[in-house]
């Protein structure tokens, strides 16, 4: 059996965040026949294509699946697309190297299969003209730089946007902060370096993951870029209203958008119709490294 | 690299009426326009295509996606 590497879900989440009409199409696949990265290498044989080269051999999670699908509009499709390309077709742009394959349209009528390892291109089915495909190698199935560089292809960055976060600092302190306790009840909140922005300018992400046992749990999350009382918006990838419900086990993350300097996170009130648990709830804030300028 | 079977017919009502469309799932299709905050559903059916039903509960669900996308079943576009 297969499952979804959370840093793939947060591939998809950080891809949602700067493709309005992106739609998750799915990880873990039940094609048939059984055939490439949406399946974990222990359910294929040996000499399927997506077990051949060394990073998709050795040092790999067996159970693991490493492709994610994402589809959005023919305008989405082609602009990203796009971006992917540019990236593939540049020899010195490095946010592929870890990608095995990329799927997409970039005329919305044409079909091109991108081989980032070997640089060949082909065609696929006509889904792909509604869905982009992306079979990252492997090894790299939960890795988080992997993703992140991903998704700065997504994003539209440029080469040099993206090295510039990317190469660390001599001193690159880690100022990243786990088990941050929410309170039972009430509202707290937390001061947080501004993300992307000042002298200790990085780029910032949510996490939260709690064992809850066998409740589920609901938090409202709510983001203030230090722009007054009527300036708070609900952070990324939430419900209506900054909700999340939340199983136990199940991970919530998001990418803070650009300027946030605070967040507020509570759990319902008595009369508000969520899930509640009383029991110990923590969050982490994940900093990224220091963006050169 | 990814060829499989895909499951083909012609649209009847809804935002793709009277194309030919196609799934990767037998069920057949969930269709979001982020937009439009509209969703529905292209019911594969076998002698008649894909059959519309609308159905915006998906477009304000994420975890109903997210199980529809680790399902079987229904394939996912986003228009």
Redesign the interface.
């Given at each position: 059996m297969a499952y979804a590497p959370n840093a793939l879900k947060d591939l998809y989440n950080l891809w949602h965040q700067s493709i309005p009409s992106a739609v998750f199409s799915g990880i873990v696949s039940s094609y048939v026949p059984r055939r490439g990265y949406h399946f974990a290498a222990n359910q294929l044989p040996t000499n399927d294509y997506s077990r051949q080269l060394a990073e998709d051999r050795i040092d790999i999670d067996v159970d693991a699946a490493s492709a994610l699908d994402v589809s959005q509009s023919t305008t989405d499709m082609m602009r990203v697309t796009r971006r992917f390309y540019d990236s593939w077709k540049n020899s010195d742009d490095p946010r592929l190297n870890n990608v095995r394959e990329v799927i997409g349209t970039l005329d919305g009528r044409s079909v091109i299969y991108m081989d980032c390892q070997s640089g060949e291109q082909g065609t696929a089915d006509d889904t792909h003209l509604w869905h982009n495909h992306v079979g990252v190698l492997r090894r790299f199935a939960n890795d988080g730089p992997t993703m992140l560089a991903i998704a700065s292809v997504v994003k539209g960055e440029t080469l040099a946007q993206w090295l510039g976060q990317t190469q660390p600092e001599e001193e690159d302190d880690d100022m990243s902060a786990i088990g941050l306790e929410i309170p039972v009840s009430g509202i707290k909140s937390w001061t947080i370096p501004p993300v992307e922005a000042g002298p200790d300018a990085r780029i910032a992400l949510i996490n939260i993951t709690n064992d809850s046992e066998n409740s589920q749990y609901a938090l409202r999350i709510w983001i203030n870029k230090g722009e007054g009382p009527g300036k708070w918006s609900p952070a990324p990838n939430t419900q209506e209203g900054g909700w999340i419900v939340l199983k136990s086990g199940d991970r919530y993350a998001a990418r803070l958008p650009a300027g946030t300097s605070c967040v507020s996170i509570r759990r319902p009130n008595p009369d508000e119709n969520y899930p509640k648990f009383l029991g110990n709830l923590t969050w982490a804030l994940e900093r990224g490294p220091l963006i050169k300028k | 690299?990814?060829?499989?079977?895909?499951f083909q017919g012609k649209a009847t009502g809804g935002p793709l009426d009277g194309q030919e469309i196609?799934?990767?799932?037998p069920a057949g299709l969930i269709v979001?326009d982020?937009?439009q905050k509209l969703s529905g559903v292209y019911h594969r059916q076998h002698d008649k295509g894909f059959v519309y039903v609308e159905d915006n509960s998906w477009v304000?669900d994420?975890?109903k996606?997210?199980q529809a996308?680790?399902s079987?079943d229904f394939?996912?576009?986003?228009?």
């Open positions: - | 690299m990814t060829e499989r079977s895909l196609e799934s990767r799932f979001i982020r937009a304000n994420r975890s996606l997210d996308a680790a079987a394939d996912i576009r986003s228009l």
